[in-house]
């Protein structure tokens, strides 16, 4: 089990420690995992699990704060990682993102929550939902009356009804003045296109999230027109697995609010909505690179929020790029992102420019890969098609609504 | 309130910068410390306290100790603002061990929180109150556990469940101190030791011997509340509310995870309320229930792990229960929680038969998308699934592709599981993948990449030539782009091209020829040293395969000799290396051409600036001198015996085509989803599988007798007459064996007719031992289980492993010293082998420069069967001669008694009390001069097994009290008997005669890590002889089987067992010990020592020390 958290701030100050079991950790332990990351760098910094000469330690890097953990046990590591990763999610929820300042702001918040994530090192109440009902997230009215008054308690004084249901996800007597439910499709296209252009894979990663505001103990049941498309399937706890297994429909009680019923994966897609074409020609010293961006393959919508991010490679000196549309960006580190935003009607956007290459070097042989973002609202590109949305036990007839959103995901060119 | 208002005011001043700062408790973070914190805690107003508080625990979360603030929190602990209580529970967590007693003060209101109606107070109550760690509280503790255990409501309950792993881990220290408190010799016992015997014998003890009723008040306390947590935890698992379940089930983790029985009442009901726990307890419910079906039934006969195991564990057919554990486990492989996923997949890895197993692929790769950190180690656990089962994963491979937003890790993770994987009809893609990242800006990425195509090319012969055209384009290109001067990690590349190709050459030399001589053609514009230094090295070792390289060498070699100033000493060194394989294969009319320019590089490297270089110029150039035809041509027929003999040695060192040993994949991992698999090491608190069917449910006692039905057709013709005759031979055997080894070997001769059969130490018989009357204790179980598989094989293949074993010298030698130790054991002599333990009496910087050890020798006093033997040596460090040196008992105005050797006046003074220890003491030592060492054999009485016996020590007049420890291993003589009456007295002792502990024996280890290359068989004589002479050296006892497992895979010793008999001294009540081995040979051996023995009492004693001395390490 867990015997400490800590949480660094990107510098590798200890922002809070928080000991979980009676074995304490020494705070030592945080500077030798820093010195790890100083002197071995990168390739360490995403080692999750890494053994220390007094402890084994997971860490969770979110937003530059890293979230370190500390066991000598033996105990299922992705246990650990995935808690971490669910105290990121709800710090994260709680303050509205997360940075060091931040953490060091809302301390009591954080500790508080953390004691009640995590008992003895064995996960306690992790469902945000209990979880906001216990300690009340900071709001702006709390931070004027805290100004003004000089206090306000955030911990509740009594015990979420929920901890108790038999759906510890929802609280139990819920009201809600509208009576509502949307359901969103949001989907990320994977996609692999090599060197010669081929696409090497493409596949969609979705999750279906549902935002319910329902009063009572609803009853839902969300079946799609085509769950033959799902090759993997993964679901929240609310969801009722018979059903699924017999006909692929999904029940489930939701919880209040926001949240990610499913998530799916849909393989082997044929095209993707747009292209992204590169191309370097060498000649002594210099590098002439050109890069076009265009609709393949029109998905009805509009194609927006369009970035295109690669690094140069390190042998490149300097670089001159220039876009016929959108603005290019480079940074430091050699990261050069071309901001397109929404796909113009007239014209094919291109990029073109020169690369200076190192002295004695005479052509490019190392060619960066290209990170494609782009956004396409109102389509599913894999094709998901929901049926209906029923509600079993209704007070009155709830609102009901659908959205479907595409976004790229990990969307790479290889040049 | 103006101080508070204060405080904001400058915190707004602060914070102008940052708006969105205002109202939270930034200030308190960046300065805790600007107001004085005491006088805040000791207002009566809740939110200054409040403040205080968050001042305080803002010190915490920067580092600092504050734990002199602790008497003023304490106070606020009757608080009634939730916040506040809240806050000072989170402190009191943190310092309440430093400060144990003012944390006491916070006992009441715990206990009057503990009645509050509100749910949430009672459950911070509990969880703060066991989690303080106060030794003083831990039963109040447990009485408030049990009573949350039973309280409505669900919440409350589960921070029970969580509570008990506090109180256990607690305990565990208190006990720790308790058992170091009652024996003087350290030793830690395992927990699970607290049995119920174990405390009928304590309480034994107290009756016999008095010992002090705190101990033992300890002991009961431990023991009832031990039990009482079990019995909290039986309780919550069987709770209604899946959410208690989940907790009481990490709860049952960690206090008692072998506690099957516990889990067999309710397996059914914990198998269909899983899906329903809570995700955090479906992981290690997922697990126990596991252990449990794998201990109770087995693994299923189709399953994956039993194709890997050559012995076949006997397992039922599937049956029910473990389908339901199935079946209830596999909607888990949807789950959100990838740890819930990968724990339900390793389920199904382990027991689902091999056509399921199928089902765990499409989660575990879905798992992939989640979180970079998770994705690392799910990659891990797919690597191990896909070497043991490549096909698999082989219709996946395109989930593998690497992304460029990978980490390095998981980059080469993906390339090493994608070449596992790699099929015949997949490679081709595979391959289009691997060419785009050779490209790759990560130079070290693309160079695993290339070695990832090496190893594909060497999986799949069809594609090694594509890989070889490939590899080739890019060293030429590579080699070329050097050229112009790129340094650092493009060599990387480079290199590794190289040696991928040259791997790949191996496999086929001769159909590879024009790659070798295209890779030469291009040693020019190679710059890498590494990579040169291959080539050559390829070139010398193929350098007669075709007619295009020999016709190259002459010409090669001259830019070599040519180029030789200016090479790094590793590729001098290759080139010197080569020089010599192409002279001992040349034809002879080449060797003119090539004399030339080799001599001049041998000149060259003779004189080198590196000593390396230099010494191996003079040594080939030393062999090359007597080599045919180099320096004496015209004498090349000329051979004397010498010169053939250096030949030979240059073959055999240059020409020697070695085979490298293939690398077989051990199938010996870590369960799946476990720290030890990530971190590749066992780590503190793992724990393998149980063993399959070791658990045995009394309602439904039926799985022993499963395991013995199946073999019932074999066992008939492995009756007695054939183990029988089977043992004679080898007996006989043995001797001969020995005595051509040794050369008559003196201790056999010396031996008895009688004693030979009992003094073979290896008695290997097929057989199990009849173990069926007692087989219900669970180790017996496991040795017979693995008996039987040994059954499979044939006795020939018994034999001719044994022959094996004889046939190199090392391994005869170790036989016979095996046979003698047991040889000079009947004979009842203690020789250089068996050295028994020796304590210091007395220190010489204690004693004026008088030193006195002891030790227990295993002989029998003559004068009484009660008096225990005791070889004292005295010696002189000190300048000055001793006189009058005596050992005498301690009473002062002894009774002088009628004995039997009242010889002189000084000596005779035995001592006879009833109650005190006899003494029959040792001539006096008249002078001791310096430096001189004198030996006397003390004999003594022993009133209690444990405790020291006090002495006085006089010399030159001065008196000086000693303590003699005693040992409890020499109240015992060797009883010598066979192991027909052996299992006969054993299976007579059963029930509470019979003791077993654990503990683990590792003193193999360092043996084997001294011989450079022990030879694989001998190891398990080599542990055998190990445990019986630390056996022998520490116990007066009596060798008599040592059984070894047949047919278990070379590395795993289970199922060796050694049992030895001996007899009570004063009493004559035998004493039967029987170890048994468990483990593999490198790693610590887990022994299981069962002492059979009437007088349980000193059984037990006996069983603890046993343990003791093989647990410590080696002198």
Request: aromatic share 8%.
């Amino acid at each position: 089990m867990l015997q400490c958290i800590f949480l660094l701030s990107d510098s590798g100050e200890v922002l809070l420690e928080k000991q979980l079991t009676g074995h304490r950790v020494d705070r030592a332990i945080c500077d030798w995992f820093w010195n790890q990351i100083l002197t071995q760098g990168d390739s360490l910094k995403l080692v999750p699990v890494i053994s220390s000469p007094t402890h084994y330690l997971f860490q969770v890097v979110r937003e530059g704060i890293t979230f370190l953990a500390c066991t000598q046990i033996e105990m299922p590591p992705l246990m650990a990682i995935e808690f971490l990763c669910r105290v990121a999610d709800v710090l994260s929820n709680y303050l509205d993102g997360l940075n060091e300042d931040l953490i060091k702001d809302n301390f009591v918040i954080v500790y508080e929550l953390l004691d009640e994530m995590i008992d003895n090192g064995f996960p306690l109440t992790t469902e945000p939902n209990i979880l906001r009902e216990m300690i009340a997230p900071p709001n702006i009215v709390s931070k004027v009356l805290s100004v003004v008054t000089g206090n306000t308690s955030n911990v509740s004084n009594t015990l979420p009804g929920a901890t108790a249901s038999c759906v510890p996800w929802r609280k139990t007597d819920l009201k809600h003045a509208t009576n509502e439910v949307y359901v969103d499709l949001v989907e990320e296209m994977d996609a692999t296109i090599n060197r010669d252009g081929n696409l090497v894979k493409c596949e969609i990663y979705g999750e279906v999230q549902v935002n319910s505001n329902l009063s009572g103990l609803p009853d839902l049941t969300l079946s799609f027109a085509n769950p033959s498309v799902f090759n993997d399937v993964r679901f929240h706890p609310c969801v009722r697995l018979r059903p699924w297994e017999l006909n692929q429909i999904l029940s489930f009680v939701p919880p209040d609010g926001q949240f990610k019923l499913m998530s799916y994966r849909v393989k082997k897609l044929k095209s993707t909505p747009i292209y992204v074409k590169p191309q370097f020609t060498s000649d002594s010293g210099t590098c002439r690179i050109s890069v076009l961006v265009g609709i393949r393959n029109d998905p009805g919508k509009s194609i927006d929020n369009i970035t295109v991010e690669f690094r140069l490679p390190p042998c490149v000196t300097s670089s001159d790029l220039s876009p016929n549309y959108g603005s290019v960006n480079v940074l430091a580190d050699k990261t050069c992102s071309w901001t397109i935003g929404r796909m113009p009607k007239d014209k094919a956007p291109s990029m073109s420019g020169t690369l200076v290459l190192e002295t004695g070097m005479e052509r490019l042989h190392v060619f960066p890969t290209f990170q494609v973002a782009f956004r396409i609202m109102g389509v599913a590109l894999s094709g998901l098609k929901i049926d209906k949305l029923d509600l079993k036990n209704p007070l009155s007839r709830p609102h009901k609504g659908f959205r479907a959103l595409t976004r790229g995901g990990e969307f790479q060119v290889r040049s | 309130m103006l101080t508070q208002f204060g405080a904001t005011a400058e915190s707004l001043s602060k914070a102008s910068t940052m708006m969105f700062r205002i109202g939270t408790d930034a200030h308190l973070y960046d300065d805790p410390d600007d107001v004085s914190i005491a006088p805040l805690l000791d207002s009566k107003f809740e939110s200054e306290k409040c403040e205080a508080l968050k001042r305080l625990l803002a010190l915490i979360a920067q580092g600092f100790d504050i734990s002199n603030y602790f008497p003023q929190v304490v106070k606020n602990v009757a608080t009634q603002s939730l916040e506040v209580k809240k806050l000072v529970y989170l402190y009191l967590l943190h310092y309440a061990e430093k400060r144990p007693n003012e944390a006491l003060l916070s006992i009441n209101y715990f206990q009057k929180d503990l009645g509050d109606p509100n749910p949430l107070v009672r459950a911070w109550a509990l969880r703060t109150m066991a989690g303080i760690r106060l030794h003083a509280i831990a039963s109040l503790v447990l009485v408030a556990v049990g009573k949350c255990a039973r309280d409505p409501s669900v919440y409350v309950r589960k921070c029970a469940a969580i509570a008990l792993p506090k109180l256990h881990d607690l305990r565990l220290e208190e006990h720790t101190a308790a058992i170091e408190e009652i024996f003087v010799e350290d030793m830690t016992m395992p927990h699970e030791l607290i049995t119920t015997e174990y405390m009928k014998s304590m309480i034994a003890y107290r009756l016999d011997y008095n010992l002090a009723f705190d101990n033992l008040h300890i002991f009961w306390r431990i023991y009832l509340s031990s039990s009482e947590s079990q019995h909290i935890v039986g309780m919550l698992l069987k709770d209604n509310s899946p959410g208690v379940v989940g907790a009481a089930a990490s709860a049952f983790a960690s206090i008692c995870p072998n506690n099957f029985s516990l889990i067999g009442r309710n397996y059914k009901r914990l198998c269909e309320i899983l899906p329903d726990v809570e995700e955090w307890g479906q992981i290690v419910l997922i697990g126990i229930l596991l252990r449990y079906a794998i201990a109770k039934h087995g693994l299923v006969r189709e399953s994956l792990m039993l194709s890997f195991e050559d012995l076949e564990i006997q397992s039922q057919e599937k049956d029910d229960p473990e389908s339901s554990h199935l079946t209830c486990t596999s909607p888990l492989l949807w789950s959100y929680n990838s740890a819930v996923v990968l724990a339900a997949a390793g389920v199904h890895w382990i027991m689902a038969p091999k056509e399921d197993i199928r089902k765990i692929v499409k989660p575990l790769i879905f798992l992939l998308r989640s979180s970079g950190s998770s994705k690392y180690v799910v990659l891990c656990n797919i690597q191990v699934f896909a070497k043991a089962m490549p096909s698999l994963f082989s219709p996946y491979y395109e989930d593998f592709f690497i992304s460029s937003s990978d980490s390095y890790r998981t980059k080469t993770l993906k390339l090493e599981i994608l070449s596992t994987i790699a099929t015949k009809t997949s490679i081709s893609s595979i391959f289009l993948e691997f060419q785009d990242h050779v490209r790759d800006p990560d130079r070290r990425f693309a160079a695993d990449t290339v070695a990832a195509i090496g190893l594909c090319a060497q999986k799949l012969p069809d594609v090694s030539n594509t890989c070889l055209e490939a590899l080739l384009y890019l060293a030429l290109s590579e080699s070329s782009n050097n050229a112009v001067a790129l340094m650092g990690e493009e060599e990387i590349l480079l290199v590794q091209v190289v040696k991928s190709i040259m791997a790949i050459i191996k496999q086929d030399p001769h159909s590879h020829e024009r790659v070798i001589v295209h890779l030469v053609r291009s040693l020019d514009s190679m710059s890498a040293p590494a990579a040169r230094a291959m080539v050559i090295w390829m070139l010398g070792e193929y350098c007669n395969i075709g007619v295009l390289t020999s016709k190259m060498i002459p010409t090669i070699f001259k830019y070599l000799a040519h180029r030789f100033h200016s090479e790094s000493v590793e590729t001098k060194l290759q080139i010197v290396n080569a020089c010599v394989k192409v002279l001992l294969r040349a034809k002879v009319e080449d060797i003119s051409e090539l004399r030339l320019a080799i001599s001049y590089v041998l000149e060259l490297a003779k004189y080198d600036l590196n000593y390396d270089v230099r010494d191996r110029a003079r040594v080939l150039k030393n062999f090359l001198s007597h080599c045919k035809g180099f320096n004496y041509l015209e004498e090349a027929d000329y051979r004397t015996e010498f010169n053939d003999l250096t030949y030979v040695f240059a073959e055999y060192i240059f020409g020697g085509t070695k085979k490298v040993p293939s690398e077989s994949f051990s199938y010996r991992f870590y369960l799946p989803g476990s720290l030890s698999q990530i971190v590749l090491h066992a780590a503190p608190g793992y724990e393998p599988l149980p063993e399959p069917c070791s658990f045995a449910d009394d309602e439904t006692g039926h799985s022993p007798t499963n395991v013995h039905n199946d073999h019932e057709s074999n066992e008939i013709d492995d009756s007695d007459d054939i183990s029988g005759s089977l043992d004679e031979e080898n007996t006989s055997d043995y001797s001969s064996e020995s005595v051509s080894g040794e050369g008559g070997d003196s201790y056999i001769a010396s031996d008895s007719g009688e004693d030979e059969e009992a003094g073979t130490l290896i008695h290997l018989s097929d057989d199990a031992p009849d173990s069926g009357d007692h087989d219900r204790v669970s180790v017996k179980n496991t040795s017979s289980g693995l008996m039987d598989a040994g059954e499979l094989m044939s006795k020939r293949a018994l034999e001719s492993w044994l022959n094996e074993n004889s046939d190199s010298g090392q391994n005869s030698s170790n036989l016979s010293q095996v046979q003698r130790s047991l040889a000079r054991i009947s004979i009842k002599d203690i020789g250089q082998l068996v050295k028994p333990k020796s304590y210091t009496l007395l220190d010489p910087t204690n004693g004026n420069g008088l030193s006195v050890i002891y030790r227990f020798s295993s002989e029998v006093s003559k004068v009484s069967k009660e008096l225990a033997c005791i070889h004292v040596s005295f010696s002189n460090h000190s300048e000055e001669p001793m006189c009058n040196i005596f050992l005498a008992e301690e009473k002062p105005n002894p009774s002088p008694d009628s004995s039997e050797k009242s010889g002189s006046p000084s000596e005779s003074v035995l001592v006879s009390h009833d109650k005190e220890a006899t003494l029959i003491p040792m001539e006096e030592i008249d002078r001791l001069n310096p430096g001189q060492p004198a030996d006397r054999v003390l004999q003594v009485r022993f009133e209690h097994h444990l405790l020291p016996l006090k002495l006085v020590l006089s010399c030159d007049g001065r008196k000086q009290q000693v303590k003699l420890r005693p040992d409890i291993g020499y109240f015992i003589k060797p009883l010598p008997m066979d192991i027909e009456s052996f299992l006969k007295k054993e299976s007579q002792l059963p029930g509470m005669f019979e003791n077993i502990r654990r503990c683990t024996f590792s003193e193999h280890l360092n043996q084997q890590n001294d011989k450079d290359e022990p030879p694989q068989k001998d190891i398990f004589l080599m542990i055998c002889e190990k445990l019986a002479l630390k056996m022998l050296s520490n116990a007066n006892l009596h060798l008599v089987s040592v059984d070894m497992p047949v047919a278990a895979n070379l590395d795993d010793l289970s199922g060796i067992s050694l049992r030895l008999s001996g007899e009570i001294l004063n009493n004559s009540v035998p004493c039967l010990v029987t170890l048994t081995l468990k483990g593999t040979c490198a790693e610590p051996l887990e022994v299981s020592v069962k002492i059979n023995c009437e007088e349980t009492v000193f059984g037990l004693n006996l069983l603890n020390r046993i343990v003791n001395f093989l647990a410590e390490p080696p002198r």
